[in-house]
């Protein structure tokens, strides 16, 4: 009688013990499923959904570059050829070209704040090279700009063999491709470089340097600020200047590329590009 209730005590627990096996295999597939669906959700969820999901877009510009990206100390606003560009985006996305946040980036940091997520889209006077691609991704060009000089009005210097020697020093700011471009073309010169053009054009102003070196649009922006100084008609590079987000957003790039090409379509670059250049593109 005991070994009769022995094996059946036996069988009991060995079919609890396959149940409870069966339950944990199941309850671990499921715990699977889920995490792979979650993890097909977040991939799923690109830039451009989460700019609309949060209802603003964020975008990183320059609050030191008059004509393209200046804050007025009167109204506390970031003003400029960029953010007009930036603000007809964020209309382009989500209808309302106030629905945007514009946060300061300088040279040195805006691909950084980029990839780290900070922001959505550099529309900072930021040149496209070969060797940012590695890092983001561009938009079709948007504007057009040449490398040149700032000097003052009774400066001998006139072009870049001006600046070519021992002796002279040029300034510009850290993180720019007109750093790189000035070594290469003036190599004989001294250069010294800044956090911001803001704080380069101070220095100059200060008798710190011969000359300020960056694309020529920002340079009319300084000169226009003060009569003392003036451009050289000379430029040594060609500044293409394109909209960077992070590398494989697609969905958000082609948004802005065809952003782009209707504000060309329409006539409204034009408006945008009067309005802060003083003349009409050159086609």
């Known amino acids: 009688m005991f070994k009769t209730i022995w094996k059946k005590m036996i069988g009991l627990g060995l079919v609890a013990m396959l149940s409870a096996t069966a ?21 799923a969820e690109t830039t451009l959904d ?20 200046l804050k007025n100390p009167q109204t506390g606003e970031v003003e400029g ?22 946060k300061e980036v300088t040279s040195k940091t805006r691909i950084p704040m980029l990839n780290n997520g900070e922001i ?6 930021m040149t496209i090279t070969e060797e940012r691609k590695k890092e983001v991704d561009f938009s079709d060009v948007y504007f057009m700009a040449g490398q040149s000089l700032l000097v003052k009005k009774d400066s001998n210097i006139n072009g870049i ?42 220095a100059l102003k200060a008798g710190q340097g011969d000359a300020l070196t960056t694309d020529n649009a920002l340079l009319f922006g300084m000169a226009k600020q003060d009569p ?12 293409p200047y394109g909209i960077a987000v992070r590398k494989g957003d697609k ?15 329409n006539g409204e670059y034009d408006k945008i590009y009067e309005k802060w250049i003083g003349e009409k593109p050159k086609q």
């Open 161 to 202: 063999a001006d600046v070519n020697k021992e002796g002279v020093t040029v300034l510009t700011a850290k993180g720019s491709t007109s750093a790189q471009n000035i070594r290469a073309k003036a190599p004989k010169a001294t250069v010294l470089e800044f956090e911001n053009y803001a704080e380069a054009f101070t």
């Open 23 to 43: 339950l944990v295999g199941c309850s671990s597939e499921t715990t699977t499923e889920n995490k792979t669906d979650n993890k097909k959700e977040q991939a």
């Open 50 to 69: 989460k700019i609309k999901e949060r209802g603003k877009l964020v975008v990183g510009v320059k609050y030191d570059l008059n004509l393209f990206g």
């Open 228 to 239: 003392n100084f003036r451009v050289v008609d000379e430029t040594f590079s060609e500044e």
């Open 120 to 125: 959505d889209a550099i529309i900072a006077t």
């Open 251 to 265: 969905e958000l790039l082609d948004v802005i590329n065809e952003y782009l090409k209707e504000i060309k379509a």
């Open 81 to 102: 050829f960029d953010i007009d560009i930036a603000k007809g985006l964020a209309k382009k996305i989500l209808g309302d070209e106030n629905k945007i946040e514009l």
